[in-house]
């Protein structure tokens, strides 16, 4: 530490230690900087998380002076530092890394200092005078880290979830404007990358769109599963140093201040060693991050070219592409939403193993589940965001390119089939593989049928969805 730096001593456990006299966090705190130089993902970046443990403390607070356990003074001491945190202030007190060993306690411990702290300052209070407030015995009173940093998780992943939901919105009916705005656009559809049957452009978008939505309720089942929580298990789920009625007490006063239904575990013992519902969150998560890739892919594909690719479709130009080929631009939005859907799910796949990991009466990686949890929900709404604005809301069709695909393509005589039968079909995709001709002429040349119906049946809404004509073939 800076000699110049003035100082104030605490102890623990292991002995004193200087702590920065500014300085809100403590001498635990202290020790957790020192032990987890691990990453750059601060638990100060992650201001949802730090209100999740605000508003658990202030539950705790509120039960603890219902049940005796805190003066009047103290335990409005506490509730107004907590909602000094919820608003926002003092974020800075948290520099601890994310990825820590103890399941939490460093975390934990960093929010009891910081509310202890400002607790103090508020009664009138020195920092560090912890016989008039102290971490332990009165912001932790009737907690343990393995209740308390759960709950903590569970109500910041709540509203990271309630946070995303709007951006992912927004992004679907981004993608359903475009479905509308390119209704009347014919193309190829293609399966296997071979051509397969005509279809619209709008189609296309409108499937973007779906599967996205489709997302939504999943998202919103696996979300519900946080609002349960496990206040009052203490250390592994028997509710030791707590009074009868502390957990029920907490978890009502944490429903009250969030206004969203938290309920208690049914079996606290089995709820503080699972992390099946940040599992479930994070795999949703995944889903969502697996369709993101597929349509990044597939507007990548559909812009490729200009000239030596598909070319159906226009990205907005964003950048340069290349230090070395002039004219080049890259589809930079795709690829990066693609790079977000891949750390989304290898977020996952540590999640997974994380929550595999619960030994006993505890799982002691919820450290890194919990890092893994916050990172893609926020990137995925940076995502959705960048991909909306700088990438599908400037989409624009290449009209004449799409339609002389369908023209050009074997594939149209799938749709001639029920009305020119399959002899006919047959024969014309033979000729039009052969001589590189396109079917549409071949049918005229052959006179299989008049240019005026062969211009109805191709008609952009007769092909996209089941018709039926009337017309017959000619011979």
Not at 39 to 59: E, R, V, W
Not at 65 to 84: F, N, R, S
Not at 94 to 100: E, G
Not at 383 to 393: P, S, V
Request: charged fraction near 20%; proline fraction near 5%.
């Amino acid at each position: 530490m800076n000699k110049s730096v003035k100082t104030r001593i605490e102890s623990d456990l292991l002995g004193s230690r200087e702590v920065p006299e500014e300085a809100l966090y403590g001498v635990q705190t202290l020790r957790a900087l020192e032990n987890f130089p691990i990453s750059n993902f601060k638990l100060s970046q992650y201001p949802l998380f730090i209100k999740g443990l605000a508003i658990t403390k202030m539950g705790a607070a509120e039960a603890n002076h219902q049940l005796g356990l805190l003066t009047d003074d103290m335990a409005k001491a506490i509730k107004t530092a907590c909602q000094e945190l919820i608003d926002g202030k003092h974020h800075e007190q948290f520099p601890i890394d994310m990825i820590q060993g103890g399941a939490g306690t460093s975390t934990n411990m960093n929010a009891n200092e910081v509310i202890a702290n400002r607790a103090l300052e508020l009664m009138g209070y020195k920092r560090g005078d912890y016989a008039h407030c102290s971490p332990n015995d009165h912001v932790n009173c009737s907690q343990s880290t393995n209740d308390a940093y759960p709950t903590a998780i569970h109500i910041g992943l709540y509203y990271t979830y309630l946070a995303l939901v709007p951006h992912f919105e927004e992004l679907i009916r981004s993608f359903e404007r475009k479905a509308k705005e390119f209704a009347g656009v014919i193309k190829m559809g293609r399966t296997q990358w071979q051509d397969a049957v005509p279809m619209t452009l709008g189609q296309t978008f409108a499937g973007f769109a779906s599967i996205l939505r489709n997302e939504l309720p999943h998202l919103e089942a696996a979300a519900r599963e946080l609002l349960t929580i496990n206040m009052g298990a203490t250390a592994i789920g028997t509710g030791i140093c707590a009074e009868p009625g502390y957990a029920e007490k907490s978890t009502a006063a944490i429903a009250k201040i969030t206004g969203h239904k938290y309920i208690l575990a049914d079996d606290l013992v089995g709820a503080t060693s699972d992390t099946s519902s940040l599992a479930g969150y994070s795999s949703a998560l995944r889903m969502i991050a697996l369709k993101m890739n597929k349509i990044c892919n597939d507007l990548r594909l559909l812009s490729s070219g200009p000239r030596c690719g598909l070319n159906e479709i226009n990205l907005p130009p964003m950048q340069p592409g290349s230090s070395i080929m002039p004219g080049k631009v890259n589809p930079v939005i795709p690829e990066v939403m693609n790079q977000i859907a891949y750390k989304v799910i290898g977020n996952d796949l540590c999640v997974a193993m994380s929550s595999e990991e619960a030994q006993m009466e505890l799982n002691p990686m919820e450290p890194v589940i919990a890092q893994c949890c916050f990172e893609s929900s926020e990137i995925l709404i940076q995502g959705f965001d960048t991909l909306r604005i700088r990438c599908i809301d400037g989409i624009t069709a290449n009209e004449e390119v799409c339609r002389n695909y369908v023209h050009n393509s074997i594939g149209i005589i799938t749709a001639l089939n029920p009305v020119i039968g399959y002899k006919n079909s047959t024969k014309i995709a033979k000729e039009a593989i052969e001589t590189g001709r396109s079917v549409y002429d071949l049918i005229l040349e052959h006179d299989i049928l008049s240019k005026e119906d062969l211009d109805t049946i191709m008609k952009p809404e007769n092909m996209i969805k089941p018709v039926k004509l009337g017309i017959k073939p000619k011979k």
